[in-house]
């Protein structure tokens, strides 16, 4: 399944600049696509406009070339999983339950709960390392754990795509490196990932092509060495870096000290006391 | 670049090799345990069993003092004055009062999953205010009791929840939950002070009249009430219950509920229709009842979990039992005097409310 999207424009009311301006992507069956940028570049209206949660001011998306307006809810989940940034869960329910319902397009509204939903569960648990939590209250997990829960929830109902909007917040570095291990495995099965995350080192090393964002337009677009480049990073995220090379080729982005940009000649954003009070 | 790790690296204990702790003995509620995992199980058919049991307890009791067997006599031939009391008041009475219960219930325990709120109830949307107004209106106004009044409630009830709708369309957020929360307490805080100020120049009768419908009560059912409650309400129990799933979802938020196939403003629409249209038919058979919609399906999530599949049955039945005691205890307390139905569930619903919820917090 092959996701497209071509010129993506949306505006929120009362808000005179474009929260999304003009974005295009695709995404092929196979790989990760990581979307990148600062706080507030567009990445999570991004995932909502592909997803058909919001109304566009131009441009289309399609899954598999049909317009994704024309898929049901119910459709559409049915191959896609997704994950949204925050959520708080006003009743608290056991992991089996929660992830229970991400197989809720399968089921539909009154179809019986079978061996097979339950299996699909516990089967999905363990391909996310959270297995034995069956039964656990989701209010009772850490929230490593609750995250995994969250992604096996998404992968229940065996979807074709997975979109995920930052997965890894407040994961620490071992459940952060087992989420992208997970998800490169995914993506080795064949599923389509789209991921958007702050961290640009595990973007360049795990994704196959990164989309940078900046105030709502798209930045630079192609494989990690192409996107992550110190006067493209410096720049859109406001801050003097220096990009390395990791072993296996991928870049790695090294924020500045003051100190080190003023060596080095670098631009430095004004300090707050030199800024007009 | 060589990296290098010094001693061997111990893999971490990861969630696949530690089992969850499941306590039997844990009062913290914070795992399921063996002990609540076996309770709600067998929570709806112990429900139905103990829903059974109050109704039939319910008739034995009354104004009129009926020994039992001549309760199992009335029901079982229709001749007498205590048949007609068994047959004509007090079955009708159970009935509706069952209906009613069950049906706030399940009103509250779906609009607590669409705000995503616990403390939601039926009466959220302004309905209550509009139903109240409206009764009143209808008294003031000096109409026959019975079909006219119970006709000006609902209308109440309905333009209060439509003036609610409309509010949130003003706003440009039509379907938000925090706004329909919000014009919900303004409609029923307007509703409020006209029906104060009606009150306030009415003649004592109409006063009186009117409090029957402002605390709710079943003096009035019939077997007339009975069947027409039950044509308005069946059909839409029975959509709530389609949309449980659908309510499960919405209850983790809307975008998660979109993502995961839900069709939220479809959905959202359908609950509010449904449990206005519900709410006022309550409204229309027995006044406004309080504390229902908001005490059972906050108690019963603790009970049978906070799925709706489950959670509405289990609500509808408990509901129902809930203020057929009520009406119990309303229609013998002061006897021969009664007591408005809504002023039992109050007293009672406080103080659970108050345990349940220090329970909850501990």
Known sequence: ?277 | MVVEVRGPVRPRPSASHVPPVLDPTSETGLFVTPRAAHRMRHALPALAVSALVVVVAALFVGPVLLSPANVIAALRDGAGQESAIIRSLRLPRILLAFGVGGALAVCGAALQAMVRNPLAEPWLLGLSGGAALGAVIGVVAGLPAGWSVSASATIGALAAVALVYRITAVAGRRLDPRVLLLAGVVVSAFAGAVTTALLAVADPFAFRAATVWLFGGFAGASWDAVVRFAVIATPLLALLWWLARALDLLALGEDTAAMLGADVDRTRRLVILTTSILTATTVSVAGTIGFVGLVVPHALRGVVGPLHRRLLPAVFLAGGAFTVLADAVARTVVRPAELPVGVITALVGVPLFAMLLRRSLA
């Open chain 1, 1 to 277: 399944m092959k996701l497209h999207a071509t010129a993506l424009t949306v505006r929120y009311p009362g808000v005179p600049t474009a929260a999304l301006d003009g974005v295009s992507l695709g995404l092929e069956p196979g790989e990760i696509v990581a979307v990148v940028g600062p706080n507030g570049s567009g990445k999570s209206t991004l995932l909502r406009a592909l997803l058909g949660l919001l109304p566009l001011s131009a441009g289309q998306v399609a899954l598999d070339g049909r317009a994704v307006d024309g898929w049901s809810r119910r459709e559409l989940a049915d191959v896609v999983g997704a994950l949204p940034q925050r959520e708080e869960s006003t009743f608290p329910l056991t992991v089996l339950e929660s992830v229970l319902l991400g197989r809720w397009s399968r089921l539909g509204p009154v179809s019986p709960v079978t061996d097979k939903d339950h299996n699909a569960v516990v089967a999905t648990l363990r391909r996310c390392d959270v297995a034995g939590l069956e039964d656990r209250r989701i209010d009772t997990l850490s929230g490593g754990e609750w995250q995994r829960v969250r992604v096996a929830r998404a992968l229940v109902a065996s979807p074709r795509l997975l979109l995920l909007d930052e997965p890894t917040a407040a994961l620490d570095v071992g459940h952060e490196m087992e989420l992208f291990e997970l998800l490169r495995r995914l993506a080795t099965e064949g599923l389509g990932v789209l991921i958007i995350t702050h961290q640009l080192n595990l973007a360049a090393r795990f994704a196959d092509r990164l989309l940078l964002l900046d105030r709502g337009r798209m930045v630079a677009e192609g494989r990690p060495t192409e996107v992550l480049r110190e006067e493209v990073v410096s720049a859109v995220f406001g801050w003097p870096v220096a990009v390395t090379s990791w072993c296996d080729g991928a870049p790695q982005v090294v924020p500045l000290r003051r100190a080190e940009a003023a060596e080095s000649g670098r631009a430095l954003p004004p300090l707050p006391e030199d800024g007009p009070s």
